[in-house]
């Protein structure tokens, strides 16, 4: 089985940083991509990021140029470094792992950004 847990998230204020990480452990063959997605509430999770296996990367148009993924893949972990962060940025944030035969989901770690 593939375990995923996610840390970083917390309150800040406008215009701060956070850094998220997802370490994957168990069972893990052939990764396909590692990416994050978030949910606010009362509305549907939405891609933020993701990073394929060749290290290609793609972002939502939101958090273009403000927000990075990267991977250890030694490690089997994903960060997302979050600049610039904004009120709308508030939400749960997922972690997700995508391989040959599954995909895997976090539990999630919240982020709020408010004054």
């Known amino acids: 089985q593939v375990q995923l847990v996610e840390s970083g998230g917390n309150l800040v204020q406008p215009g701060e940083s956070l850094r998220l990480s997802c370490a994957a452990s168990?069972?893990?063959?052939?990764?396909?991509?590692m990416g994050w997605y978030r949910q606010a509430p009362g509305k549907q999770r939405e891609l933020v990021a993701v990073?394929?296996?060749?290290?290609?990367?793609l972002y939502a148009d939101s958090v273009k140029g403000r927000f990075t993924i990267s991977r250890d893949s030694a490690k089997n972990t994903v960060y997302l470094q979050m600049n610039s962060l904004k009120p709308e940025d508030t939400a749960v944030y997922y972690c997700?792992?995508?391989?040959?035969?599954?995909?895997?989901w976090g539990r999630g770690t919240q982020v709020t950004v408010s004054s």
């Open positions: 997700k792992l995508e391989t040959s035969g599954a995909v895997y």
């Open positions: 168990g069972d893990i063959f052939s990764i396909y991509t």
């Open positions: 990073i394929y296996r060749s290290g290609s990367t």
